[in-house]
């Protein structure tokens, strides 16, 4: 059994706390509601949207599918742009893939020392 030595310990402790940091809860409780990924699914295909084109898709109340779209928004997965008196949603795709490729090199660090590779001895 590998004993964790003190200057372990605290690397340990800031590759924890840089994953918490990586970790944005905003982005994933977004992601977390059927309806958010519905929305992300209509985007992709149709593209640049304002409320009314994407609420059609929906059996939700306009408000509701403006409500969640703000969520979306607010997480940074889609932006939007007014136009006169309409709003247009697209999907945020560069924030996306900066977002992701955040969590990809935390965990990238943290894996070797934190998940070594099982042996057994263990």
Avoid: W
């Avoid at 985007?43 to 109340?61: C, M, N, P, R, Y």
């Avoid at 893939?97 to 042996?119: A, D, F, Y």
């Amino acid at each position: 059994m590998r004993v964790i030595m003190d200057n372990e310990q605290a690397n340990r402790e800031k590759m924890a706390q840089a994953c918490a940091n990586t970790l944005d809860t905003d982005f994933f409780s977004a992601l977390c509601e059927p309806v958010r990924v519905e929305l992300i699914r209509v985007l992709i295909v149709k593209g640049l949207s304002d409320i009314q084109t994407l609420a059609k898709e929906f059996s939700q109340d306009r408000s509701v599918i403006s409500r969640h779209l703000k969520v979306l928004q607010n997480a940074g997965i889609v932006s939007a742009n007014k136009v006169g008196r309409h709003q247009y949603f697209q999907l945020n795709g560069q924030s996306i893939l900066e977002q992701l490729s955040s969590i990809t090199n935390v965990l990238e660090e943290i894996i070797p020392m934190c998940c070594p590779p099982q042996s057994d001895d263990f």
